[in-house]
């Protein structure tokens, strides 16, 4: 019988508000896809904007 192998224990940081910061952004059929990265952190996600007047929707969650 073989010994499974896990991942290593990831580090997260400390749970805190995150200050999100658009790396970069380009225009789809939903709306607009932003890639944004947390300044505090570093942790990173992809966002979305569906409308000019709507707030942005997660499509990920933070990594990082």
């Known amino acids: ?4 192998r896990t ?4 580090v997260c940081a400390p ?3 995150h200050a999100w910061r658009t790396e ?15 300044v505090g ?3 990173r996600r992809v966002d979305l904007d569906p409308a000019p007047a ?4 997660p499509l990920t969650r933070a990594v990082g």
């Open 41 to 43: 952190c570093a942790a």
């Open 24 to 38: 970069s952004a380009h225009t789809t059929a939903e709306g607009r896809i932003r890639y944004v990265r947390c």
């Open 15 to 17: 749970p805190h508000e």
């Open 1 to 4: 019988m073989s010994i499974p």
């Open 7 to 10: 991942l290593p224990h990831l």
């Open 54 to 57: 709507a707030p942005p929707v």
